[in-house]
């Protein structure tokens, strides 16, 4: 198989160092097992995607000496696909719909009996309020957020085919690089890191008929990426995934996460830290090269 990896940026702010590093990592190891490098642009959330966000990322890895296949995909043209596996799992009932508000979810995750309240991948982990039998109902409800139940979710994997041995163990994944702990090589997702680590997280939001987790996981199998290159971030969102892609029958990718790039007072870079945007960096004169050594390539 060959060797593809992607980026997969939001246009949602100028791409900054830690982009970068992202972007240069994944090409330099699809150039050295010559594979192939994809782009794609995950504008799910039209209320912070901007078109000129977009342009810039493609002039900025353009500038960066970057190419990729065409067409670029982008996550905004790939609602039917999102449709898909939406239905699917609903008609798995491992789907419920949720009316909570965040505020809902913060008394509830709070009140005492519960301890204080814990955060997972997908954000505070949801305490349940509404899970419920499963809905019979034979359509998908449309227009309102949809979580998946994540007891049932981990049962009804458990009866796919297995790809770990031990009992306790739900699946896992192989990862090349190194998760926040220094975990690297067979990383092993038991049922416990998802039940408490993780939750009833959200596939379908109200206002995007998707969410992160569900569209990154149908596109990374439609895009044919054998090899994910990520920041370390995305580390603990990586066992959703695997468990999204059993479900749903998809290839699993072997993983790479990486260091994140820092500023000068340890903080991870975030899309507001224009100072350290690329192009900001061109801006001053520098050039691709010295972007390289800037993030340690
Ligand atoms: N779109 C995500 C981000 O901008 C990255 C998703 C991924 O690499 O899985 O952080
Ligand atoms: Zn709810």
Sequence with gaps: MTFTTRFAPSPTGPLHLGHAYSALLGFDMAQASQGAFLLRIEDIDRSRSRSH??????????????????PV??????????????????????????????????????A????????????????????????????????????????????????????APASR??????????????????????????IHGVGDFVVARKDMATSYHLSVTVDDAAQGVTHVVRGQDLFEATKIH???QQLLGLPLPLYHHHRLIRDDAGKRLAKRDDARAIATYRAEGATPQDIRRMVGL
């Excluded at 192989?174 to 926040?180: A, L």
Aim: glycine fraction near 8%.
């Design 169 to 194: 163990v739900c699946a896992g994944f192989q990862e090349t690089g190194q998760g926040p702990d220094g975990a690297h090589g067979w990383i092993d997702i038991t049922a416990d890191d998802l």
């Design 53 to 70: 966000w977009e342009d810039q990322i493609y002039d900025d890895l353009h500038w960066l000496g970057l190419g990729w296949r065409r």
């Design 242 to 244: 695997v468990l999204l």
């Design 73 to 110: 995909m982008r996550q905004s043209s790939r609602q039917p696909a999102y449709d898909a596996a939406l239905d699917r799992l609903w008609s798995m009932g491992l789907l419920y719909p949720c009316t909570c508000s965040r505020r809902d979810i913060q008394q509830a995750a709070s």
């Design 112 to 163: 005492p009996q519960e301890g204080a309240p814990e955060f997972g991948p997908d954000g505070l982990i949801y305490p349940g309020t509404c899970r419920r039998k499963v809905a019979n109902d034979r359509d998908r409800p449309r227009n309102c957020t949809l979580r998946l139940d994540i007891a049932r979710a981990i049962e009804t994997a458990a009866e796919s085919p297995p790809r």
